[in-house]
């Protein structure tokens, strides 16, 4: 019995060495396009082209040859191949202009499309990728960032008297950069520069084209809004002067609190300890030397010393959830192995037991002495405790090895 395959067998460039067709006196079940065989009865072999079996070793002769010329629907004219235009190519221009580009020769130099425009264009996936309108309409929507503020307002600010105040407890001087969010009149909200005149929006937040949706802004001081960030969430579109703006806040590092079992100090969060249970170091966390040698351990750790008198682990705990190597391995679902030499000079069908109780094995078949090279044969899984070797010439004693893994 020949070995069957269910799938491709890649070679890797490498040859097949003494091989010989599939001898047949009758051509086989076509299979695909490309299959060959050996006809015994012609002695001659033959491939399936997808309609027919086409001998290999077919010549043709001068009527041959001129037939299939004759048969053409186009002629080559000998006195044009030197003077060959694209008017003298059937169909040349629409072969090449329905050609995609990526079937042409790649460009060696720069390209100009003589001031037209890309059209359909996808957007980009790769960092040299060129940027489509959408694309870049698209990235500048989301936050525009602007220079950081000194301060946020808590309470509306009279700007029009021009004075420096103390806002959330920083006191300002001229020049600084001010976040008014809590104006009465909501259109008067944005950044502004302070100074003892009447207070002016900043140069970058001064006009509507810079005053959009998605605008951030930083802030570095104060008692309640140090060290936030705050962004514009009023809709576009914006009229500088007219729309009332709305600023919300979306991180600030005083929104970080300590969970269970731990502390914040400042910007900085600890795992409380316990002592002589949990040992804090600068970078891991252990169980405090102190604590092992207790008689019950509720903690993860490692015992360097001692001997572990404990139950039987549970598979639920990382244990075997037995007490011998048989029953770990059952419990644990690890496989067995069984091994021996096969091969009497005599047998070409060896039935192997392995008892290893599954037809879920994986089998393996390699040479008994040197090179011990692995070989291919068939391999019938006949139960759950026995396999079947076939070969096609009996193997001399003990030629090979085989291995039931299971």
Same mark, same amino acid.
């Given at each position: 019995?020949?070995?069957?395959?269910? *799938?491709?067998?890649?070679?890797?460039?490498?040859?097949?060495?003494?091989?010989?067709?599939?001898?047949l006196a009758t051509p086989p079940t076509p299979s695909g396009t490309g299959q060959f065989y050996y006809n015994s009865v012609g002695n001659t072999m033959l491939f399936w082209n997808g309609t027919d079996f086409?001998?290999?070793?077919?010549?043709?002769?001068?009527?041959?040859?001129?037939?299939?010329?004759?048969?053409?629907?186009?002629?080559?004219?000998?006195?044009?191949?030197?003077?060959?235009?694209?008017?003298?190519?059937?169909?040349?221009?629409?072969?090449?202009?329905?050609?995609?580009?990526?079937?042409?020769?790649?460009?060696?130099?720069?390209?100009?499309?003589?001031?037209?425009?890309?059209?359909?264009?996808?957007?980009?996936?790769?960092?040299?990728?060129?940027a489509t309108k959408n694309y870049v309409d698209a990235a500048r929507s989301g936050l525009t960032i602007k220079d950081p503020v000194r301060v946020a307002s808590t309470a509306n600010v009279a700007i029009a008297t021009g004075t420096l105040l103390t806002i959330d407890g920083v006191t300002l001087v001229a020049g600084d950069r001010?976040?008014?969010?809590?104006?009465?009149?909501?259109?008067?909200?944005?950044?502004?520069?302070?100074?003892?005149?009447?207070?002016?929006?900043?140069?970058?937040?001064?006009?509507?084209?810079?005053?959009?949706?998605?605008?951030?802004?930083?802030?570095?001081?104060?008692?309640?809004?140090?060290?936030?960030?705050?962004?514009?969430?009023?809709?576009n579109s914006i009229t500088l002067g007219t729309t009332a703006l709305t600023f919300t806040k979306d991180f600030q590092a005083a929104d970080i609190v300590a969970g269970a079992g731990m502390t914040k100090s400042g910007n900085q969060l600890d795992v409380v300890g316990v002592f002589n249970r949990i040992l804090i170091?600068?970078?891991?966390?252990?169980?405090?030397?102190?604590?092992?040698?207790? *008689?019950?351990?509720?903690?993860?750790?490692?015992?360097?010393?001692?001997?572990?008198?404990?139950?039987?682990?549970?598979?639920?705990?990382?244990?075997?959830?037995?007490?011998?190597?048989?029953?770990?391995?059952?419990?644990?679902?690890?496989?067995?192995?069984?091994?021996?030499?096969?091969?009497?000079g005599s047998a070409t069908s060896i039935v192997v037991t392995h008892n290893l109780n599954t037809q879920n094995v994986t089998v393996t078949l390699r040479e008994t002495a040197s090179p011990y090279n692995v070989v291919m044969t068939d391999v019938q899984i006949t139960s759950v405790n026995t396999i079947t070797l076939i070969f096609a010439t009996a193997p001399t004693s003990g030629k090979y090895t085989v291995t039931v893994v299971g």
């Amino acid at each position: 019995m020949a070995i069957p395959y269910v *799938n491709n067998i890649d070679l890797g460039g490498n040859e097949i060495q003494n091989v010989r067709a599939q001898n047949l006196a009758t051509p086989p079940t076509p299979s695909g396009t490309g299959q060959f065989y050996y006809n015994s009865v012609g002695n001659t072999m033959l491939f399936w082209n997808g309609t027919d079996f086409i001998d290999m070793g077919q010549v043709l002769t001068g009527v041959d040859i001129v037939a299939l010329i004759n048969a053409c629907a186009s002629l080559i004219d000998a006195d044009n191949i030197n003077s060959l235009t694209a008017a003298k190519i059937s169909d040349f221009n629409t072969q090449v202009r329905t050609n995609a580009l990526n079937l042409l020769t790649a460009p060696t130099a720069d390209l100009s499309i003589n001031s037209h425009k890309l059209t359909n264009v996808t957007d980009p996936v790769s960092a040299q990728d060129a940027a489509t309108k959408n694309y870049v309409d698209a990235a500048r929507s989301g936050l525009t960032i602007k220079d950081p503020v000194r301060v946020a307002s808590t309470a509306n600010v009279a700007i029009a008297t021009g004075t420096l105040l103390t806002i959330d407890g920083v006191t300002l001087v001229a020049g600084d950069r001010v976040l008014l969010k809590n104006q009465t009149a909501g259109a008067e909200n944005g950044i502004y520069v302070a100074g003892t005149g009447a207070w002016s929006r900043a140069s970058d937040a001064n006009i509507s084209a810079e005053v959009i949706a998605g605008m951030a802004v930083w802030v570095n001081e104060g008692t309640a809004n140090s060290d936030s960030r705050w962004v514009l969430t009023t809709n576009n579109s914006i009229t500088l002067g007219t729309t009332a703006l709305t600023f919300t806040k979306d991180f600030q590092a005083a929104d970080i609190v300590a969970g269970a079992g731990m502390t914040k100090s400042g910007n900085q969060l600890d795992v409380v300890g316990v002592f002589n249970r949990i040992l804090i170091n600068a970078d891991s966390i252990d169980i405090s030397p102190n604590y092992i040698g207790q *008689n019950t351990i509720t903690t993860l750790g490692t015992i360097a010393t001692g001997v572990w008198n404990g139950s039987i682990i549970p598979l639920l705990y990382g244990g075997t959830g037995a007490s011998t190597a048989v029953g770990a391995r059952t419990n644990l679902g690890a496989t067995g192995k069984y091994s021996a030499a096969v091969g009497d000079g005599s047998a070409t069908s060896i039935v192997v037991t392995h008892n290893l109780n599954t037809q879920n094995v994986t089998v393996t078949l390699r040479e008994t002495a040197s090179p011990y090279n692995v070989v291919m044969t068939d391999v019938q899984i006949t139960s759950v405790n026995t396999i079947t070797l076939i070969f096609a010439t009996a193997p001399t004693s003990g030629k090979y090895t085989v291995t039931v893994v299971g």
